[in-house]
T-cell receptor, first 109, second 116 residues
């Protein structure tokens, strides 16, 4: 079993749609959680950290369920510019950072 | 541009040759990470430095791989006796040690290695 697993995708949605990505992790001792975005042929960039209480940044909402070892990302009112690969990222007590394989999102006009 | 830089951007080599990549992190960052990414996968952690100390290494980092950060600034990643399976994008990232952005890793553009 992979340490971090994500929906395989791709997700194809129209502009304005709401889309949700799911991620599970295997190490119950994991302490930090993030969503990164990676555009085609570009480097990953931090989208948002994920906090236990859940957090929101504009159209983006991240949630964490430690009991189920589950992380989610919700994107509301999708824009064409949201088209990218979304990477779920987990870090344990050390510095090893585990990335999921990513879920590709295509937003169409 | 004060972001993370990596050189070279592309490297084509023959199997069995040695290659070395360089990463220059953001100057204020003490933490430096190396990752490897293949098509359709997320970045795979290779190793981590805090200043000049290599504090963590992945089991992916076989004895053919070595990384250094001699003065706590730039870092090099060397692959000896390259194999075709080493073909990948090698990404470097850096981050602060403390402060509000301590968890944000800033990635460089990567070095794409092709082993023929």
């Amino acid at each position: 079993r992979k340490e971090v697993e994500q929906d395989p995708g791709p997700f194809n949605v129209p502009e304005g749609a709401t889309v949700a990505f799911n991620c599970t992790y295997s190490n119950s001792a994991s302490q930090s959680f993030f969503w990164y975005r990676q555009d085609c042929r570009k480097e990953p960039k931090l989208l948002m950290s994920v906090y236990s209480s859940g957090n929101e940044d504009g159209r983006f909402t991240a949630q964490l369920n430690r009991a189920s070892q589950y992380i989610s990302l919700l994107i509301r009112d999708s824009k064409l510019s949201d088209s990218a690969t979304y990477l779920c990222v987990v870090r344990g007590g050390g510095f090893k950072t585990i990335f999921g394989a990513g879920t590709r999102l295509f937003v169409k006009a | 541009d004060t972001g993370v830089s990596q050189n070279p951007r592309h490297k084509i080599t023959k199997r069995g040759q040695n290659v070395t990549f360089r990463c220059d992190p953001i100057s204020e960052h003490n933490r430096l990470y190396w990752y490897r990414q293949t098509l359709g996968q997320g970045p795979e952690f290779l190793t981590y430095f805090q200043n000049e100390a290599q504090l963590e290494k992945s089991r992916l980092l076989s004895d053919r791989f070595s990384a250094e950060r001699p003065k706590g600034s730039f870092s090099t990643l060397e692959i000896q006796r390259t194999e075709q399976g080493d073909s990948a994008m090698y990404l470097c990232a850096s981050s602060f040690t403390s402060g509000p952005r301590v968890n944000e890793q800033f990635f460089g553009p990567g070095t794409r290695l092709t082993v023929l």
